[in-house]
């Protein structure tokens, strides 16, 4: 059974650091495109960053390139989004997400594209 869980949410100061992580089962992360979405409350889902598994294209949102890094490691089946210089704006639940793909269909990374989804982790930055 495909499976995707996910860990590291929770409370921060702005200007902090959290790293999100999703574990997968069931299939093997190296053969499809991964990427992190989020969405505030009253918004819509937004693609935060996405990543293919065919030749490494990277996608971020503008809000967050240079402070946000997607990465997969292939021993622990397990993608990550390591969170750096964090805003109250980017107060969230944020969800992992697989493409039954091995590329980006036109180099999009938005929500409609992916097949699986991690059942969201909860990242609230405020002092």
């Known amino acids: 059974q495909l499976q995707l869980v996910e860990s590291g949410g929770g409370l921060v100061q702005p200007g902090g650091s959290l790293r999100l992580s999703c574990a997968a089962s069931?299939?093997?992360?190296?053969?499809?495109?991964i990427g992190w979405f989020r969405q505030a409350p009253g918004k819509e889902r937004e693609g935060v960053s996405c990543i293919s598994s065919s030749d490494g294209t990277t996608r971020y949102a503008d809000s967050v390139k240079g402070r946000f890094t997607i990465s997969r490691d292939s021993a622990k089946n397990t993608m990550y989004l390591q969170m750096n210089s964090l805003k109250p704006e980017d107060t969230a639940v944020y969800y992992c997400?697989?493409?039954?793909?091995?590329?980006?269909?036109?180099?999009?990374?938005?929500?409609?594209?992916?097949?699986?989804w991690g059942q969201g982790t909860q990242v609230t930055v405020s002092s």
């Open positions: 997400a697989v493409r039954a793909s091995r590329s980006l269909l036109f180099g999009l990374c938005v929500s409609g594209l992916f097949d699986y």
């Open positions: 069931g299939f093997s992360l190296d053969n499809y495109v």
